[in-house]
């Protein structure tokens, strides 16, 4: 009988054993996935401040974008400039996108980001064909993801 009382006890302490262990580790996934959320935030806002920190750093490109502001013609080298710019629009939206996919990023939050790309593209209309230039060299089309629509949508307005 103490025998019996004893493999009682002692699958008792074992099942809290596993049911302390399973709390445990819910708590460490939860703690993982939250600094997951805020690496994803961080990567994509020191994404977006490393072309602004580009442009307030270097002249030249400074007068690319005030010509792209103005919408005013561009040189050959200064082309080439724009097309690497517009390609960071179509970057940033592909990174949003997988990190809205894969759960970094609430629907909110990808469409507060998005906002901010489009207004970005609004301050500099000279931009459009090129970001429309390389859309169409990716065949990118409506319905792909919310962020190429947005990019999209934003480069149709400007035509």
């Known amino acids: 009988m103490n025998l019996d009382r004893a493999n009682k006890w002692l699958t008792l302490m074992a099942n809290v054993g596993v049911l302390a262990g399973i709390i445990f580790l819910s708590l460490e996934i939860s703690q993982s996935n939250r600094i997951a959320v805020q690496e994803a935030h961080s990567n994509l806002t020191s994404e977006l401040g490393e ?5 307030l750093e ?4 400074a007068r690319v974008m005030s010509k792209l502001a103005a ?4 040189s050959p080298e200064e082309q080439v400039q724009a097309v690497s710019y517009a390609w960071t629009f179509v970057n940033q939206a592909a ?3 997988l990190t809205y996919e894969n759960g970094f990023i609430s629907d909110t939050v990808l469409q507060r980001y998005l906002r901010a790309q489009a207004a970005q593209i ?13 859309l169409d060299s990716l065949e990118m089309s409506r319905g792909v ?8 949508d934003t480069v149709d307005k400007q035509r």
């Not at 609004?122 to 390389?134: E, K, N, Q, T």
């Not at 993801?145 to 999209?152: E, G, V, Y």
């Open 51 to 55: 072309v602004q920190s580009l442009i």
């Open 95 to 97: 990174a949003l996108y």
């Open 145 to 152: 993801s919310p962020a190429f629509d947005i990019l999209i």
């Open 71 to 74: 919408g005013e013609e561009l």
């Open 58 to 61: 270097n002249q030249e490109l």
């Open 122 to 134: 609004d301050r500099f209309p000279g931009i459009a064909p090129y970001l429309s230039d390389v």
